[in-house]
């Protein structure tokens, strides 16, 4: 069964595969022409949602499954930004390393070396049957300095709460874990599964 992504991240698309490596996991973009999606909504569940039946709209397929994920990183000591920002917070074409740059640019303007942090994902499944929308969460903190260079986006400052290591540092299997996308990655299956999406897997 064909899984169509409503995001060309190659950072989200290798995590996505990897969880869902018993179906086929496919980029929209390969398919077809890749195209602007404004994401105006005011929550992560509202621009999942606008991705996913953008993208569901646009393939003219009524059988497409599409899936689309908007996560962040809210910081306590930022006032719990960038949260639905995270991925334009130091501009519309910034780099990840200029959106974590920012962070620690605002910790240091705030005379902090760490704060509490949490990630959220929403993920929103549009189908024939309409569209379904699970969320998962991470907690811990973020720190003013990236140790490790695995992951992407925010990854490199960002402690799970437990471990004393980076998320830049931690192996693949132990984020998988705890990964928000994971955790709502496997929430969004079971209720594939539910609805009769995996046919016998």
Known sequence: MKLYLATSNKGKVREIQALFSHLEVI???????????????????ANAIIKSEAVYK???????LV????????????????GIYS???AG??????????????????????????????????TSKYGTEVVHG???????????GDGGFGYDPIFIPQGYDQT????????KSKLSHRSQA?????????????????
């Open 167 to 174: 998320l830049g540092e931690l192996s693949d299997a132990i």
């Open 67 to 82: 899936l689309a994920d908007d996560s962040g990183i809210s910081v306590a000591a930022l006032d719990y930004a960038p």
């Open 87 to 89: 991925a334009r917070y």
């Open 27 to 45: 980029p929209y973009s390969e398919v077809i022409p890749p195209f602007e999606i404004i994401e105006d909504g005011d929550t992560f569940k």
């Open 137 to 147: 969460w991470m907690y811990g903190k973020v720190i003013d300095h990236p140790q």
């Open 58 to 64: 646009a393939l003219k397929d009524e059988d497409a």
């Open 92 to 125: 519309e074409k910034a780099t990840d390393k200029d959106n974590l740059n920012k962070v620690i640019d605002g910790l240091k303007a705030k005379g902090v070396t760490e704060s509490p942090a949490f990630y959220t994902a929403a993920i929103s499944l």
């Open 185 to 201: 990655l496997s929430r969004i299956e079971i209720m594939m599964q539910g609805m009769g999406l995996l046919g016998s897997n």
